[in-house]
């Protein structure tokens, strides 16, 4: 049980995206607005 609680007091939420285009496509520089928005709003929890 100790063990359990100590997982749980280090665990961080964590969102991953996946694409397979890079930034000089719009599904690119769309992922990567919103991983920064996710990221600036959050103040990085996240």
């Known amino acids: 049980m100790r063990q359990l609680a100590a997982q749980a007091q280090n665990y961080k939420p ?3 995206l ?4 890079g930034t000089t496509f719009p599904w690119g520089q ?3 607005i919103w991983s ?3 990221r600036e ?3 990085g929890r996240i």
């Open 14 to 16: 964590e969102y991953k």
């Open 18 to 21: 996946s694409i397979v285009v």
């Open 30 to 32: 769309g992922a990567e």
């Open 36 to 38: 920064n928005l996710v």
């Open 41 to 43: 709003r959050t103040q």
